[in-house]
């Protein structure tokens, strides 16, 4: 190396700012993260050594393939003393983008006036909501998620059934096969079969509508309606401070209706929570009782709890030893860094099947198919 033409081993960290600086105006994109690497990756490798200059700045700064030909000119040119000579970028094409909207009125009329190439581009606003979390979205947006969530199918997981039905191949039915006989003279001619039938389990949904959920509570309590709408094996109840039975006012085709009568039967909406009080009354006047025995329950909550974590941890023991499965749907799981920490969630986990999200359209549909049994389980941190 030159007798250090540009001040790398005078100040490595003057010397590595002006060198990003050059290697932006020849086009390559360097943030400020990728400068602070470059410098800390000086202080290790040695600055006398120009491949080990080049090449702490080639892992750093070059992010593209593309980038690679004007880094070596800029460096030959700022650590090597030779003129920096990079060639002209070529002419941007000019292209027309034209939305493939189906919905829009002048859908495929062309007027002709594009000069450049024209390219089709289609884009999903569906597809953007259902990975939207519900909490950020605007009121029309909110109505357009409620439509999808209408369209959710929730059904438990299939059992077998006492009750037996005619199949092709099983074991004979001899009621049905002496029926036959008689009608024939006593000659056994048609001999039906009879095997085990199948029934969906029970799915309770207890939903969290204190304050802390407010921003989910009327999307968890739109697709309990479409739950309860549509199969009569499932039952719904609002937590709060009190636990309130939602199953007679969400049964009821119209959604707006239902939770209108479902909002007059929660007087404790966007209270506070006691998870533990809300469980114990689930489990001693329903839960143990029968509902829950053999069912899937579905706890929809955010695990943040004004009672004692004690006694949470009681109740989900109880619930946990004659429910099939546990499901806890949390929204704020799909939280960046999320931990479940709150005393509620905490005191819960040990006693939760699978532990998922719920924050969006796509989160609830994959709800369903964990219910459903058809998609795997999520064993939860420190699950049993």
């Not at 030159?2 to 086009?27: E, H, K, N, S």
């Not at 329950?297 to 009681?314: C, N």
């Amino acid at each position: 190396m030159p007798p250090d033409p540009g001040g790398i081993r005078r100040t490595p960290a003057a010397a590595a700012v002006a060198f990003v600086r050059l290697l932006r105006q020849a086009g390559l994109a360097t943030p400020v993260d990728a400068t602070a690497n470059f410098v800390e990756a000086l202080d290790v490798v040695d600055v006398a050594e120009p491949d080990d200059v080049y090449w702490a700045g080639r892992a750093t700064l070059v992010r593209r393939e593309e980038d690679v030909a004007p880094y070596d000119i800029v460096f030959a040119g700022y650590f090597g003393g030779r003129p920096i000579e990079l060639e002209p970028p070529e002419a941007a094409e000019s292209v027309t983008l034209e939305v493939d909207d189906p919905d829009a009125e002048d859908a495929g009329a062309d007027d002709g006036d594009d000069d450049g190439d024209t390219q089709q581009v289609r884009f999903s606003r569906v597809e953007t909501l259902r990975r939207a979390d519900l909490a950020d979205l605007t009121p029309a947006e909110l109505a357009e998620a409620w439509a999808l969530i209408d369209r959710i199918r929730l059904t438990g997981a299939r059992r077998p059934s006492r009750r037996r039905h005619r199949v092709r191949r099983g074991d004979i039915d001899l009621r049905r096969t002496v029926r036959h006989a008689l009608r024939t003279g006593g000659e056994t001619i048609v001999r039906p079969s009879t095997g085990p039938g199948e029934r969906f389990r029970r799915v309770v949904l207890l939903v969290d509508v204190s304050g802390s959920m407010e921003p989910y509570a009327r999307a968890l309590l739109r697709f309990a309606h479409a739950a309860v709408s549509a199969r009569s094996r499932i039952d719904a109840f609002a937590l709060g401070t009190r636990l309130t039975r939602l199953t007679r006012e969400l049964d009821r085709r119209d959604p707006d209706d239902a939770l209108d009568r479902a909002a007059e039967a929660i007087e404790d909406f966007s209270g506070g929570t006691r998870l533990g009080d809300g469980l114990r009354r689930f489990n001693d006047e329903w839960g143990v009782r029968g509902m829950a025995r053999g069912a899937i329950v579905v706890i929809l909550s955010d695990g943040w709890d004004r009672g004692d974590p004690g006694d949470l941890d009681e109740q989900m023991g109880r619930l946990g030893r004659v429910a099939h499965r546990v499901v806890w749907v949390n929204p704020l799981k799909a939280t960046p860094g999320y931990a479940p920490l709150a005393r509620g969630m905490a005191a819960a986990l040990p006693h939760v099947d699978a532990f998922v999200e719920g924050h969006s359209v796509d989160a609830l549909e994959r709800l369903s198919s964990v219910v459903a049994g058809e998609a795997p389980r999520f064993p939860p941190t420190g699950g049993r």
